[in-house]
């Protein structure tokens, strides 16, 4: 059932590796950037983040209707927008981390422009690269693999970002001269990453239907509930992930007085990163997906308790609920793709077109939303918190950061796995719809007009 060779999966992850020079960067930094560099209030860059991120929701939508229109003969429907949407979404990922000094209004208003053209070319670089997933394999562990891959190209990014990047971030340093020389370098990095990507990773499964009509987008979305399930929980989960992503650093810097713990926690990440990659596919056949999500979404609010209730005085104690926290988003980040992949299927199986661009979309929609929330919110409590930047921090600032942290990334997803309880698409499900899709296939061929049909 559509195995994948090595070089296939090792291809696919680069591109997450790539898509992360600019999508991590700007979440782990975005944040310190507009307040520490550019001097932008706390409550300004909440409310920036909140409203382009909820745009830049929209520009998946856009982006999975364009998708699900094109088709190459030659390409196929996903590599030609990773191959030429790469560049400019690279340079302006530069162009972000660099507002030049042309008043508040001025600074704010070019930070709200750079940002939504980020995102959009972001959407139109990611919506592809995240559906093209589903058109390589079917098979429930060469999916796995690809997550794997996936995950891993993304830890690597984050992993360096966190043991180069992070701890440069401290009063004293040129911090302009910092991300400008590294989303410059990150400029040709991401490029080759992406033509490997482009030449490596290709489609195999087969589609009655190149080009999908908007009302067979709708129809598709319409009968999909496990996909609305899995977008729902995605967005309560990624809301306190992304809380707890955009103040790990103050965490750790203002919090437990220890930003060399940033270097640390990036190595960690990365070893059990490559530890559980190549592990996860035989636990997912072993229990399933949806097992594997809540038995991590469990270590994710256990880290995230710890993280809240930990005295600052405790510091290991504190770091490993973070670790703990971390665990269990590694694990959910990893199977969390190939459940949106099974659900393709079962898209398809109801309605007999294969729609991965509108229903990558909607996912990644759901959880780009819930991104926009969680970032907004961390700024939010930031700013109640009377944090500023450079300032002695008061008992309140230190609380909210640990709020933000531990305690909202705990209560979100406890909702998020309450939610994915309820998930009916089991694997064991999942392998019955693919043999009655190729059945109907394989009649299909037999009876042209039957095809004929659907188109």
Same mark, same amino acid.
């Given at each position: ?5 090595k ?10 590796a %790539? ?12 944040l ?12 300004? +860059?909440g409310?920036? /983040?909140?409203? !382009? ?8 939508? @856009? ?11 030659? @390409? ?40 939504? %053209?980020?995102?959009? $070319?972001y959407?139109l670089?990611?919506?592809p ?12 562990g060469?999916r ?12 690597l990014?984050s ?33 080759a990453?992406?033509?490997?990507? @482009?030449l490596?990773?290709k489609?195999?499964?087969?589609r009655?239907v ?11 979305l319409?009968?999909?509930?496990? #996909? ?24 750790? *810097?203002?919090? #437990?007085? *220890? ?16 530890a559980?990659?190549p /592990?996860?596919?035989?636990? !997912? ?22 993280? @809240?209730? +930990?005295?600052?005085?405790? /510091?290991?104690?504190?770091? $490993? ?17 190939? /459940?949106?992949?099974d659900?393709v ?15 990558? +979309? #909607? ?9 926009? !929330?969680g ?7 930031? $700013? ?7 300032a002695?921090?008061? +008992?309140?600032? #230190? ?9 909202l ?39 042209p007009?039957?095809? %004929?049909?659907?188109?």
């Amino acid at each position: 059932m559509n195995k994948l060779n090595k070089v296939s999966i090792f291809g696919y992850g680069a591109g997450d590796a %790539a898509n992360n020079l600019a999508f991590t960067t700007a979440t782990m930094f975005l944040l310190v950037y507009y307040t520490d560099v550019a001097g932008i209030s706390a409550a300004a +860059a909440g409310t920036l /983040l909140l409203t !382009v991120r909820i745009f830049d929701a929209f520009s998946d939508v @856009f982006a999975g209707r364009l998708v699900d229109r094109a088709f190459s003969q030659r @390409f196929g429907k996903f590599r030609p927008f990773i191959m030429f949407g790469s560049i400019p979404l690279l340079l302006l990922s530069v162009a972000s981390f660099s507002i030049p000094q042309i008043g508040e209004t001025g600074m704010l208003l070019y930070a709200y422009v750079t940002y939504a %053209a980020l995102g959009l $070319a972001y959407s139109l670089v990611n919506i592809p690269y995240g559906s093209l997933a589903g058109a390589m394999t079917q098979d429930a562990g060469e999916r796995a693999k690809l997550g794997s891959a996936r995950m891993v190209g993304a830890l690597l990014v984050s992993s360096a970002l966190g043991i180069f990047v992070a701890p440069l971030i401290k009063p004293g340093v040129n911090l302009q001269a910092v991300f400008t020389t590294i989303t410059l370098v990150f400029v040709v990095i991401g490029a080759a990453l992406y033509f490997f990507t @482009f030449l490596t990773a290709k489609e195999r499964v087969h589609r009655s239907v190149p080009k999908v009509s908007f009302s067979q987008s709708m129809a598709t979305l319409k009968t999909n509930r496990p #996909l609305l399930m899995l977008c729902l929980s995605s967005f309560l989960f990624l809301t306190g992930y992304m809380a707890m992503s955009s103040v790990q650093l103050y965490y750790l *810097r203002d919090v #437990l007085g *220890r930003l060399d713990l940033y270097a640390l926690l990036s190595i960690i990440q990365l070893v059990v990163t490559l530890a559980l990659a190549p /592990l996860m596919p035989r636990l !997912v056949r072993k229990f399933g997906k949806k097992t594997i999500y809540v038995a991590a979404g469990a270590f994710a609010i256990v880290g995230g308790a710890i993280v @809240f209730f +930990a005295p600052a005085a405790m /510091l290991w104690f504190g770091f $490993a609920g973070l670790l703990l926290s971390m665990l269990g988003v590694m694990a959910v980040n990893i199977v969390v793709w190939a /459940l949106e992949a099974d659900t393709v299927e079962y898209g398809e199986w109801k309605t007999g077109v294969r729609t991965e661009g509108i229903t990558y +979309a #909607l996912f990644s929609f759901t959880r780009k939303t819930g991104q926009a !929330v969680g970032g907004a919110l961390a700024a939010y409590a930031l $700013a109640i918190g009377g944090y500023k930047s450079g300032a002695t921090h008061s +008992a309140e600032s #230190l609380q909210a950061i640990q709020f933000a942290a531990g305690a909202l990334p705990a209560i979100m997803t406890i909702l998020a796995v309450a939610v994915m309880s309820k998930y009916k698409l089991t694997d064991a499900l999942h392998e019955r719809i693919v043999r009655e899709i190729a059945a109907r296939r394989s009649a299909a061929v037999q009876h042209p007009e039957m095809e %004929a049909s659907l188109k």
